[in-house]
């Protein structure tokens, strides 16, 4: 696969049991560069569904914790944007019912001003950060990412479907 590209690996792992599997369930995906740099990740779990999420003041703290110790590269020239709760939607089956929830979690999202690329950094309701994007290429009008959602199952299932046969 690539981003914007460039070679990068996309990794997906998914509960053992096997529930809330597959398109828009549960998971825990990875993208790496080909050159090891982490491009991203996200934890969609529904352990964090529902629950009380952190201050602004608090994800921010440890958007920064991580960003320390993940992408330190982008500390020294970021500009944060903004910090509000951002929500995913994710298909689980309850009583044998599949249905959609919403998770949430505190968004920062900022700009690294040496390349002009955003990255963010959304901390769930355990206090960790649960989505990490970075090097997003946006273009400002009519207001968009460029840059590949490979993270994002929505995104996933309209590349499938606009394949041609």
């Known amino acids: ?12 792992y ?7 599997s597959g398109s828009e369930g549960e998971h825990f995906s990875t993208v790496v560069a080909a050159d090891g740099t982490l491009k991203g ?3 969609m779990s529904l352990d964090l569904v529902g629950k009380p999420l952190p201050s602004s003041e608090r ?15 982008l500390i020294p020239r970021m500009k944060i944007s903004w910090i509000k ?13 599949g249905e959609t929830v919403t998770l949430t979690g505190m968004k920062m999202k900022a700009r690294n001003q040496a390349d ?4 963010w950094v959304i901390v769930g ?10 090097d ?6 009519p207001g968009h990412r460029k840059t590949e959602k490979w993270l994002h199952d929505g995104w996933l299932k309209e590349q499938a479907t606009s394949k041609p046969t």
Do not use: Y
């Not at 709760?85 to 019912?97: A, L, Q």
């Not at 002009?116 to 990255?119: A, K």
């Open 1 to 12: 696969m690539t981003v914007d590209e460039e070679k990068a690996v996309l990794t997906r």
């Open 14 to 20: 998914e509960r053992r049991d096997a529930s809330n």
């Open 41 to 43: 990740f996200a934890n």
């Open 59 to 73: 994800s921010e703290q440890i958007a920064r914790d991580f960003l320390r110790e993940a992408a330190p590269d």
């Open 85 to 97: 709760p951002h929500d995913e939607p994710i298909r689980i089956v309850r009583n044998g019912r």
């Open 116 to 119: 002009g690329r955003w990255f």
């Open 125 to 134: 309701a355990d206090e960790r950060p649960m989505v990490f994007e970075r």
């Open 136 to 141: 997003i290429v946006w273009i400002t009008f």
